[in-house]
């Protein structure tokens, strides 16, 4: 008989029915199963219902898991996290004259806000601040995100660009800073748009999408051009500059001279790691740089065109051109050439390829008192570098490149952390700032005074800082499948670890990666890594192949028709783990998002043995179907066509979807999908699970296959609130199917 005052049982786990279509398609004579594709369709009847019964489903999970004796409650983990982003955040300073733009969020504000600081007329010699543009005053019901923002050059106004529901279909508005009213927009298709500014602030260049009715569907997404756009006027006579005939999966970059004379435009094909670039003199033929006739039509003439490389390229105040090129160097190095003439064979190695450490930036400045004129000499060259992803800064000389000798060749930095962007005044100055962070830092904003070399913190988050566990960070060597030694930082509570940093015990894991792209996953503070700490866990970021971590090679050496090794050195590191005693395969969970999706997606597929817990967030899953939905088509540089029948091969070898197994125990699986996602489309989550949950022998009680699906929020920026409660419930979700139960030392203030 039960007790009077029981609680209620808890619900039991039972997966929705889901139709299994005896569909297979030939695709250039391979014959691929596709028994959910009804499931794409997301507002059918069948996909709409199936989607609310797997919401009533995760539901019930998370009633059960309330009801549970162990484990962290939502209030107590809530607020820890909100404690550990109490500090807020603020970035590095862009100076245009005597104003100064910067973004800052308070700890409790949902978006960060662009703020301006400028003379205060009321007291001589002192600033104030102000707000200048704040998301949630646009929209106070936070799901209005910033995108991206660009001061004019004299810093008179600001082109800000916002979108809803995250979407990130941006639309562009012009702000007077004095004022703070609109003078232009809203200027729509503006997804991924540089602003340049042309002096004097009446034009600018941008990118913006042809018109939708211009363009068969599935291409609206695509068909960008460079345009010249006049402040104050309709958006429909801006004079297209460039772009009309090349790729339509074309990404733009655009950038001005501070003087107005020299126009950059770089193209690379979606997101293909090879970069075009071209150059015009906007004074050629005797032209002024402002005037109409040279703004839009100008005569642009090949920097690096064709070329298997990525290069960036700008214009110095010493009016060289610098280049920042990995051609001939995947590592990268810095060359520079004469602006009027521009080709590869003109150009002069200034800092050659490291053999290890991978070129981030540089900045020149001067080193002395007064900020100097157009054409003045730079006097020292600060290069940054990432070493194993730990940054480090270099100082050398900006005309033979050659590093100085002895201390002052080195900026010493406040740890093991990752440095990002060297800012300088556009007119010049001894000052550089950058950010920095490690895993138990908040970001902060140092100033490096090059005359000096003194180093200083220039800005701090404006919030309290939170006591963070006493934490060690190590890392950890693996070899992967085919001899190649692959890394991961290591992070544990100091006294879970013995005098060598070797584990006392194994514990709960969490192993985050992501493989792709060229992106590398530095150090940084994080709050869902130090809250999982705290409570006793062990937390791993994989740096894999696909990545940036070790150069252009590294990133190749994961891509295309080598993707499968990204996979290969994934299972390295959570062998290795194993291994050394770290966890065991009950305890370990993998964790990854979007490309990352795609990661966990190979790991729980092909090793359903190694891991005990999945979270898969915003996830590609389908590589047959992958190009037709979401910006899939400017991804085939990267994972492969599958229209290309070798290429389908390669595919078709690890699609996760492709590669379920009828009678696998498999891991206890979330997915964490998002309807405003118009990047990587909901599909792929919902053909996996339901492919799981039909083909899975584990229990529903102990190994459940899980949709977590929130609206309103798509792939990218998102309020506090709304990130907050995402990781509450990710991390409630791994520490339940792991044995984390958030006791001992620190992680008692994150207990039940």
Known sequence: MKPEHAPPAAPSLTYP?????????????????????????ADSDETTAWSAAQDDLYAAYRERLAAGADGWSSEALTARLQELLGAGFVGAPAWRGERRFFMRREGAQEHAVVMVAEPDPQSPGQERERVLIDPVALDPAGTTTLDAWQPSKEGDLVAYQVSSGGTEESVLHILDVATGELVDGPIDRARYSPVAWVPGGEHFFYVRRLPPEQLPEDERQYHRRVWLHRVGTDASEDVEVFGAGLD????????????????????????????????????????????????????????????????????GRDGRLYLHTDLDAPRGRLAVADPSDPGVPHW????????????????????????????TRPEQLLVSRRRHTVSEITVHDPHTGEQLEGPAGHVALPGMGSVSGLVTRPEGGRDVWFSYTDHTTVSTVHRLDAATGDLTVWAAPPGALADVPEVRVQQLEATSKDGTTVRAIVVARADALDADGRPLAESPTILYGYGGFQI????????????????????????????????????????RGAKQNVFDDFHA???QLVADGWTTPQQLACWGGSNGG???????????????AVVCSAPLL????????????????????ADVPHELDWLLGYSPYHRVVEGTEYPATLFTVFDGDTRVD???????????????????????????????????????????????????????????????????????
């Open 17 to 41: 029915p889901a139709r299994r279509e005896d569909r297979v398609d030939d695709l250039h004579g391979r014959r691929v199963a596709d028994p959910y594709r009804w499931l794409e369709d």
């Open 248 to 315: 339509m999966t074309n990404y733009y970059g655009v950038s001005l001279t501070r003087d107005g004379r020299w126009l950059i435009i770089s193209a690379s094909a979606g997101t293909a790691p090879r970069t075009d670039v071209w150059i015009a003199d906007l004074t050629a033929g005797g032209l002024d740089p402002r005037s109409p006739e040279a703004l839009a039509s100008p005569r642009l003439v090949d920097v690096a065109v064709g070329l298997d490389a990525d290069t960036h390229a700008w214009v």
């Open 348 to 375: 002069r190695t200034l800092v050659p390829e490291d053999a290890v450490a991978v070129l981030e930036g540089v900045a020149f400045v001067d080193a002395g008192d007064a900020a100097g004129p157009e054409g």
């Open 520 to 559: 590398s996953l530095d150090p940084a503070y994080s709050t869902s890594t130090l809250a999982w700490v705290e409570a006793g866990g062990v937390y791993v970021v994989a740096q894999l192949r696909g990545g940036g971590e070790e150069g252009e090679e590294w990133h190749r050496g994961g891509r």
């Open 573 to 575: 590191i959570a062998e």
């Open 598 to 612: 795609l990661l966990v997606g190979a790991a729980l597929t092909q090793r359903p043995d190694l891991f005990a």
């Open 622 to 641: 389908d590589m047959v179907r992958y190009q037709l939905h979401g910006l899939g088509v400017s991804w085939t540089d990267e994972y492969g066509d």
């Open 682 to 752: 909901p599909l792929h989550a919902r053909k996996l699970a339901a492919a799981l949950q039909a083909a899975t022998s584990g229990d529903p009680e102990s190994r459940p296959v899980l949709v977590r699906r929130e609206t309103g929020v798509g792939h990218g920026g998102r309020a506090l609130s709304r990130t907050v409660a995402l990781t509450v419930e990710q991390l409630q979700f791994v520490a339940d199917r792991t044995g984390l139960t958030a006791r001992g030392g620190a992680g008692d203030r994150g207990a039940a």
